[in-house]
């Protein structure tokens, strides 16, 4: 898999995913979404969209995003402004300054954590919309518990 952009049906929200076998260096700005699932090393910005970095992304790089889900490792600073999820299969290694903190138990983080009381603009967004699409999938057949 490569570099895909696009449109989501759903939504109408742009969409871009970097695929497993893909490296990429450099500054990365997006509006809406950005999976990645390979290898980045940079800059990585967007000022009200959600990062979700997938089981196999490896990213090191500085942060700054509206959103960020962790599955995969992270080395760098994050600033989000309004929510960080580093998920059990998430390695994170760096500084986070975001008003929200979910780190789910089994999940590695490696770093200082700065937290401010509200976020600046809170961007409410259904879980089902910011995980990698293979998570939705798993999720609507094993339930919340995994039963």
């Known amino acids: 898999m490569g570099i895909k952009l696009g449109k989501s049906n759903a939504s109408g929200a742009d969409v871009g995913l970097i695929g497993q ?54 080395e760098g600073d994050l600033t989000a402004r309004a929510r960080v999820e580093i998920h059990r299969t998430g390695r994170v290694t760096g500084d986070l300054l975001t008003p929200v903190l979910v780190v789910e138990e089994g999940a590695i983080f490696n770093g200082a954590v700065r937290m401010s009381q509200v976020a600046p603009e809170r961007i409410e967004r259904p879980l089902d919309d910011i995980e990698p699409e293979e998570n939705q999938e798993t999720r609507k057949h094993r339930g919340i518990f995994g039963g």
Request: glycine residues 18%; charged residues 20%; hydrophobic residues 40%.
């Open 21 to 74: 076998g893909v490296e990429v260096s450099g500054n990365i700005t997006f509006t809406d979404r950005l999976e990645i699932e390979g290898k980045v090393t940079g800059k990585i910005s967007s000022e009200g969209g959600a990062l979700i970095i997938g089981e196999f992304g490896a990213v090191k790089a500085e942060i700054d995003v509206g959103i960020c889900v962790i599955h995969g490792n992270l």
